[in-house]
């Protein structure tokens, strides 16, 4: 059976569904209803089927927030907030955060004149050339569709950078409830009309399902690389095809339906909205159009709802649109090779035919699904999953529904919103056990293998039929001799479709000036190679600023196998670049609501709060919530949908504006940044300072990113202004990113390099350290490492960092002939630490001593180098100089500084 597309009532019905609430609910809630119909009449509709959407709201507002009285006059019933009275906004994912916002006595009636009169002239309801409408005339179906994308991820940028109603970036954060302000309007209302379209599709609440998709393989892709470019465009190419699945979701479900990851301000996404939709000029949020396009921000993976029974079809649809576009990229590419090397019809077709081999069945789509599950499932669950996946959350059920059974609200419905993280930990189950099940066998490939994945057979023009074994090499040799020239490849450099369609995907693209990715590979040229990053220091000493003899140089050196360049003073340190890779710690615990830091004491308005503590409260609720309170199990916020947005959300925004541009100050090139997976290279001396700050914009709380696209820590009450208020993960026990750092030769394999960056994370920084950590490894280019691996808190950081400083450049005070000493007075340092008395003021004392014998000039006293020294050796169990060394030799103040 074909998909039917969605038809012009759809997305009319899904519209009005969004409107159910007015995006200024939180000014005034006893006047919500009459709001929301005023703005639907701008764009003249009603509300839909009362019905379904009064089931969606139930299960949306079950998935979001708790249970606490509407207002009442009686103030020991009132579970009211004037929110333009005291507005705080509280975090969906840290402990105890609170932002207070300093409205200046801004009113909800001038607030909401004002809106409504923007959205007339921005949006509109029939064509004018001065509003959105008007560049869909006569197309009404498109512009169905284009009104319900415009208003779920558009609209917010722009009333916040028009400072409507003086709300400025404030606009982004607004709750959907200010008694329950964790999480946002827009949020709930995109949670609705998902909801109210799945159960229009399903034609019954119990068939809204959710539904898991993933593409592999990952590193299999994007890992197996020669240049750096390499790596780069394998991570864009994945994040694309995932754009692609999404896509089609968009076009055929709607943007509301996408839970993770988050569409808001995704690079891909607003280059979509802009080409395909209009999303252009004056449509345009100003804080788009300064936007990067070049990092691959979306992960392989993707979460949504979606009509339960439909669920095999919109995943063998998405499947199927996925596949389309990566076959016309071959396609495309292979047309570019036969135009460029000028190939004849026999070699084309015999092409064609490797092409179809090695790419059609060469990546892997997996889906689960599963309903929303109800409180009736319980008995079925506990043979599924283990109690842990939804103990909590039934207690939670059982705690509230005194309060739902009083309101006289239906427990199935309200009990699939209060589950929904057991629904999620369902689905994901059952993904995993079907990545366990589905293993794909390719056939094995004949002839002569690729040269950087060593897995499928190089391209070559003519088929074999059984000649020597001679010939068959002849005619791969004549096939690459035309590439003999050729700045992409270099000699005896021979690939595979897969790795070709790597290479040559930034110039196939760039052809394409309506290809979502053209403007991302549009400087794809100047991507620097290995030696071109570890040369960066040098050519910055050197005050080289000339692009090309920058490039001649690193070329020179590449190719020298003494590794020198005449003429240039280029020490061992030049010839060093640093990998750096990051990995957000417990990230699957943290979508699962294991390690969520917020309770829902927390996340609470503070005036809910403290009224549910008062003895005349009504008892109804004030029981309830007190034994929630009192019980941290209970007290722990459950993961519902806006969680997942609010998680995504942040790890798109430290993305975007975190980490890109710390790597750019850096002088780095950014590789990936999905979700909370990092990958940039760096010259070897800026990798642990760029990591760190990385660290810190990880577990940031509420930050502003102004209209000039900078993010500022907001740590006071705020006065709104135009940006983009954005929250991040916040802080937690749990919350963390740990790190990895490989400094490695310039002509290393790169494909090596990058797996023992990875080993490196593993192993070092989340195995031996225990996650929330840093390792740093120091390869040398004939063999042995030296690895140092310390907790981000641990003071051996900053020691390192001082060390490094005073070892190097213009402060030069300790020479690098002491560091190295100290590996020979192991005995004595062993045995200083061995007698576990006073270890840490003998070890000062000891080394403190040894410097003043090396006779080094000092701006400080040698009992603080030394207790630098010692917080870098000694991890309180044993001694280790490898720290020492790496410090040292990142100060750049080494050998083979002559003229050659």
Known sequence: MSWKKPDISYWNNKFAAWWHDPIDKAFDIQKHESRAAAYLQIFGLDRPNDEFWKMADAIAAGFERGQVPTYSADEHKNGAVDFTRMPVITHPTSDKAHLKIVLDGKNADSIHVETTEYLKKLIGMEASPTDYAGRFKDNEERFALSRLLYTHLVLRFMLAEKNIGGLGALWHRLPADSRFPDHSIWQHN??????????????????????????????????????MRDFWTGSVVLSWLAFEGIRWIIENLGADHILYPSLIDQPLVNAYLEKEWSVSNAFKPELWKKQTSEIASLPNKFLFLAPFGQAQ???????????????????????YLAEKKGLVKDEINYLQKMFDRQTSHFWEYQWAAARLVDHGDKE???????????????AYLNAIYPILEKKGYSKENASRGILYSTSHHLTQSALAAEKFRRVTRLNEEPGEKCRMCGEFEVLHGSGWTGEAASEYKQNVDDFWNKFLNDDDFKEKERLCAICFIKRYAPRVLKKDKDHVLNNVFGDADSFPSTTEMALRPYFKRRNIKEAKRMKDIAQNLHENEEDKVRGEKVKDTDKYYAILMMDGDNMGKLINGEMIASQWQGIMHPEITARL??????????DAWRKIYADATLNKRLVTPAIHAAISEALGDFSIYGVAPIIEKNNGRLIYAGGDDVCAFLPAQNALSAAREIKDYYTSTFRLIAQDRQSQEIKDDWKP?????????????????SAAILICHHKESLTQMIASAQSLLKSEAKDKAGRNACAVEYRKRHGGSRVFTRKWDDVGWAAFENVQRITGGGERELSHSLLYRLETLRPGIEAIIGSNVNVEENLNSFIAKQIERSGAKLSRPPEEVARWVTQIVWDQKKFSPEGLLIAGFLSGEVENDELV
């Open 190 to 227: 995109g949670l609705c009309s998902a909801i109210y379209s799945c159960i229009e599709m399903a034609g019954k609440p119990d068939d809204v399902g959710l539904l898991v998709f993933s593409i592999t393989p990952v590193q299999g892709f994007i890992a197996r690389a020669r240049k």
């Open 313 to 335: 079809e919109i995943a063998a649809e998405i499947k199927k649109a996925i596949h389309e576009r990566w076959s016309k990229l071959s396609a495309m590419t292979l047309e």
């Open 380 to 394: 079925e669950l506990a043979g599924l999953l283990d109690e842990t996946a939804f103990s909590r959350q039934f």
């Open 613 to 622: 503590m008062e003895k005349q409260y009504d008892s109804l609720y004030r």
């Open 721 to 737: 202004q135009p940006g983009k208020l954005s929250v991040n993960l916040g802080k937690g026990e749990e919350i963390s990113i």
